[in-house]
């Protein structure tokens, strides 16, 4: 019999739902809470022309690098991509558009979206390159500019511990980036380690709660690249 607000399903129907030409934001923050299995699973279903948020671009043989280099993601937006030379590479030659944003920015712009705003008023970068394009205001004096919000057709996360409802647990430095994101895209797809019946997690240690979280993918820790790592944090 299926559970009420079972949200368990494979991990190849999940990712059968991104489309070509997709935006998906990608939790994480360095190795700790980026969702390796979910992307291994993009990787292989094929899917291209991809928009890509992350705080990071990860190494070139993990995570999004893998996609990158593989020439499946159009445009990045990011904080960092020191770690990944072919990021740097495919960027300075043109062929991956790239906006990088002060770490503070980029988490306020998602998480301004989960919260419904069309953006925020900052005075980060005014003056600079950071601040290019961007509208101005005049405010008690001051000039602000406005910083979009961003959102996502979908999240890819990864969540330390879940249930058959979607409700999440991150564990360490996970919780930087996944939480955000989970309430800033339309469709919500988390990977974890472990699968509980519903009512064995603590209401009050309950991260992201199920509302966000459109489908769950749990992966064997001894086997995912995520497991491997869980100790970077």
Not at 34 to 45: G, I, R
Not at 65 to 81: E, F, M, N, P, Q
Not at 188 to 200: D, K, S
Request: glycine share 10%.
């Amino acid at each position: 019999m299926t559970r009420l607000n079972e949200k368990h399903v494979a991990i190849e129907a999940a990712i059968a739902q991104i489309s070509d030409g997709a935006s998906i934001m990608v939790g994480g923050f360095g190795s700790p809470g980026t969702p390796f299995a979910l992307l291994d699973e993009l990787l292989k279903q094929g899917q291209k022309h991809l928009t890509l948020i992350k705080n990071d671009a990860n190494e070139s043989d993990i995570g999004i690098g893998k996609l990158i280099s593989a020439g499946r993601v159009d445009r990045l937006v990011t904080s960092h991509i020191g770690l990944n030379r072919v990021a740097i590479d495919e960027m300075n030659a043109g062929r991956l558009s790239v906006e990088i944003y002060p770490q503070g920015l980029l988490a306020e712009k998602i998480r301004s979206a989960g919260a419904g705003h069309y953006g925020f008023l900052t005075d980060i970068g005014i003056g600079t390159e950071i601040g290019e394009g961007r509208q101005e205001v005049e405010c008690d004096g001051q000039r602000w500019a406005i910083e979009p919000a961003i959102h996502a057709d979908f999240a890819l996360i990864h969540a330390d511990l879940a249930d058959h409802y979607g409700n999440l647990i991150y564990r360490g430095t996970a919780i930087n980036f996944n939480p955000l994101m989970a309430m800033a895209a339309e469709h919500v797809i988390a990977q974890t380690f472990h699968i509980e019946a519903p009512g064995n997690l603590v209401p009050e240690q309950i991260h992201t709660p199920c509302a966000f979280v459109s489908q769950v993918i749990q992966v064997d820790p001894a086997t995912s690249e995520q497991g491997r790592r869980q100790h970077d944090n």
